[in-house]
């Protein structure tokens, strides 16, 4: 069988299943970035990582994640 006699098989079994839903999805929101929560009063530093002590900025990183150069 070819493809367009199953498609024409399938069509005639089901005639009430359209090809696409239609679904309306809302809008994004808009969120300020997020920024450096390290210290007080915050850094503020942007762009940042999340870590599992919280949103950080390259230079207040967690220690174990630091990205050292090695000579």
């Given amino acids: 069988m070819t493809r367009d ?3 024409q098989k399938i069509a005639e079994r089901f005639p ?4 696409q839903l239609a679904v ?9 970035p997020k920024v450096c929560d390290y210290g007080n009063p915050r850094c503020g530093a942007v762009p940042v990582r999340f ?8 230079e207040h990183q967690p220690a174990r ?4 150069t090695t000579q």
């Fill in 16 to 19: 009430d299943v359209p090809g």
């Fill in 24 to 32: 309306e999805v809302p809008a994004g929101e808009d969120k300020p």
């Fill in 65 to 68: 994640t630091s990205r050292r």
């Fill in 5 to 7: 006699k199953v498609a």
């Fill in 51 to 58: 870590y599992p002590n919280g949103w950080k900025c390259d």
